[in-house]
């Protein structure tokens, strides 16, 4: 595309697809293949093709590069993507009942039981013939409605304009070196497409900047370590602080990595460290939430400042609160964690708020988890409890207090598996006389701490009990 | 509930010691699913699961492996798979 062409568009809120020059390698397959920007399109053009004519399509791919190419083709033909990293069977019925005409796109393995709902399969066939125009896409398009857990139990819905995926791109691109003449990185991601940092750093990226990433599993350290040794330098791991820790665990010697990119959890500064001395690299950190996208970065051992990247604005808001513009998003979001916003675009993160708690780089309402609790059949009261450690122990989970006389723990923990996700349920369930609530009917948290020490000590010790 | 073998018990009791799962070896109903319905486990018990299993038994999980979905099915695929595929069967455990 000119200058002048380019221009053109933009101005008449037009954005392409891609910005990648003809004969760039966009994906890197399991096989070895690469895909160019012109395989990309004949794969988008043909997928396109055979779509159901409906708004919206709940993108349940797990190969990241097919991910792309679905995503793609739903959104150059005008409808919405789908995207929840929450694969339980209630929060995709959820979700789907929120868009009761959407149907599912995925190879035959990635097919849910999602009763009602439409399945279409994604063929990518080789086509040999030359790709049309690269698709303009009008900027304020809802590209894609991004799900996560809600404070009310109900999934939150994050809409997303094709013109700020463009611009978080850009500016990632901007602040990693991905942009500007000089050889393509690649990149080894191990967060999944649905997941907002999986799919803005993984595969929206490549669409837009120097960057190739790798469509392959990468789950095991095994998966990791292949897929770096297959991938040309300069190479990029973007990954979570749970992966980092078990791939430095599992001890396995890694090809030169120009850079290691973690987001989801906070990243402990002595883990970076191990980190960049094993592997004799630089670890940096994204930080993020699925309202409003990757908005900062840093480099974990150089200090506990966040740098916004150059399409954010960031205001101090209420008691410890920041409020975030982001380029192409309508309106201000409150970021659910605490921080303190200082000068020049920076900010330090002062901890999460006692409602919050973050696992397997999801978040969850303590609030929201206590409903879903206290809804189910024959629980008269109960709570979820957060041990202290939850943020600084990669093996501690929550457990639930719970009055409920005529049900069992087995009972209950059933029950929460169907409406909770895996890392939010309760590693114990202890049924209680009465839960220790305060004079204005406040739950005792020192009280909790104390029956929750009990707990474990009669269950390695039930002689006490 | 099926009763367990020694290597399904081993397996077990590295289990419960790697998760700090609160329980006996005997406790986990080898054939009861390991993930969703049966003890609930999630993706990051996966990889504390795998790491444990290299660093005790000397192989790797993959995930190009097609059986996956069923090694991890419940405690007896678990133990199998690692029956089949320990580097040392004579390792002290």
Same mark, same amino acid.
Request: glycine content about 8%.
């Given at each position: ?6 221009? #053109?568009?933009?101005?008449a ?11 760039? *390698?966009l994906?890197?397959? +399991? ?31 797990? #190969? ?30 959820q979700? $789907? ?7 599912? *796109? ?30 303009? $896409?009008?900027?304020?398009? *809802?590209?894609? $409605? ?13 809409a ?23 050889t ?21 990226l490549?669409?837009? +900047? ?9 789950f ?24 980092i820790?078990?791939?430095? +665990? ?52 150089e ?11 960031l ?17 201000e979001? @409150?970021?659910a ?18 409602d919050?708690?973050?696992?397997a780089?999801?978040?969850?309402s303590?609030?929201? @988890?206590n409903?879903?609790?206290c ?20 093996a501690?989970?929550l ?6 006389p ?18 939010f ?37 039930p002689?006490?009990? | ?7 399904? %018990? ?6 419960i ?16 699913? %390991?993930?969703?319905?049966? %003890? ?8 504390e ?21 069923r ?23």
């Amino acid at each position: 595309m000119s200058e002048g062409a380019a221009s #053109d568009s933009a101005s008449a809120g037009l954005l392409p697809l891609t910005g990648r020059a003809a004969g760039e *390698i966009l994906f890197r397959r +399991a096989t070895g293949e690469t895909v160019t920007r012109e395989r990309f399109l004949l794969d988008v053009e043909a997928t396109a093709e055979r779509l159901p004519e409906r708004g919206h399509a709940l993108n349940l791919c797990s #190969d990241r590069y097919r991910f792309l190419v679905a995503f793609a083709a739903v959104l150059v033909r005008g409808q919405v993507s789908l995207l929840s990293s929450d694969r339980t069977p209630h929060a995709l019925e959820q979700l $789907v009942a929120a868009y009761p005409e959407a149907y599912a *796109i995925g190879d035959e393995a990635d097919r849910l039981p999602l009763p009602g709902v439409e399945h279409a399969p994604l063929r990518l066939e080789e086509r040999r013939r030359r790709p049309g125009a690269v698709p303009l $896409v009008p900027a304020r398009r *809802i590209a894609a $409605v991004v799900a996560t857990s809600g404070s009310t139990g109900a999934p939150a819905l994050h809409a997303k304009p094709w013109g700020a995926l463009v611009a978080c791109s850009e500016a990632a691109a901007d602040r990693f070196g991905f942009s500007g003449p000089g050889t393509a990185a690649s990149i080894v991601g191990t967060v999944p497409p649905q997941h907002m940092y999986g799919f803005e750093t993984t595969v929206l990226l490549p669409l837009h +900047a120097a960057v190739s990433s790798y469509a392959g599993s990468t789950f095991f350290p095994y998966d990791v370590v292949r897929a770096l040794e297959a991938a040309p330098a300069p190479r990029v791991l973007v990954t979570t602080p749970l992966q980092i820790r078990t791939l430095l +665990a599992a001890g396995q010697a890694l090809p030169s990595l120009e850079a290691v990119i973690s987001a989801t959890a906070p990243l402990p500064v002595e883990l970076a460290r191990e980190a960049e001395a094993a592997w004799k690299t630089r670890v940096l950190e994204i930080f993020g939430a699925t309202e409003v996208g990757s908005i900062a970065s840093r480099r974990t051992v150089e200090g506990e400042l966040w740098r916004a990247y150059r399409t954010v604005t960031l205001r101090p808001e209420g008691e410890e609160g920041a409020a975030v513009g982001v380029a192409h998003l309508p309106g201000e979001v @409150l970021l659910a964690d605490r921080v303190e916003v200082l000068d020049g675009g920076s900010f330090r993160l002062l901890g999460r708020r006692a409602d919050l708690v973050k696992l397997a780089g999801k978040r969850a309402s303590l609030a929201g @988890l206590n409903a879903i609790l206290c809804a189910i059949d024959g629980v008269e009261d109960g709570t979820f409890f957060a041990p202290d450690d939850l943020d600084t122990n990669a093996a501690a989970r929550l457990s639930a207090f719970v009055v409920a006389p005529h049900r069992s723990e087995a009972e209950i923990a059933a029950a929460l598996r169907a409406r909770v996700e895996a890392p939010f349920l309760p590693r114990r369930v202890v049924k209680v006389p009465a839960l220790p609530r305060n004079d204005v009917g406040k739950i005792v948290r020192a009280v909790l701490a104390e029956l929750h020490r009990d707990a474990a000590r009669r269950r390695r010790h039930p002689e006490l009990s | 509930m099926g009763s367990s073998s020694p290597i399904e %018990l081993e397996v077990a009791s590295l289990l419960i010691e790697t998760l700090h799962l609160e329980m006996a070896a005997d406790e986990i109903d080898p054939t009861a699913p %390991l993930f969703g319905d049966g %003890l609930g486990l999630d993706s990051i018990d996966a990889l504390e699961i795998a790491l444990a299993i290299s660093r005790r038994y000397g192989f790797e999980l993959k995930s190009d492996d097609e059986q996956n979905h069923r090694i991890f099915a419940s405690l007896r695929s678990l133990a199998g798979h690692v029956a089949k595929h320990r580097a040392r069967p004579d390792a002290k455990v």
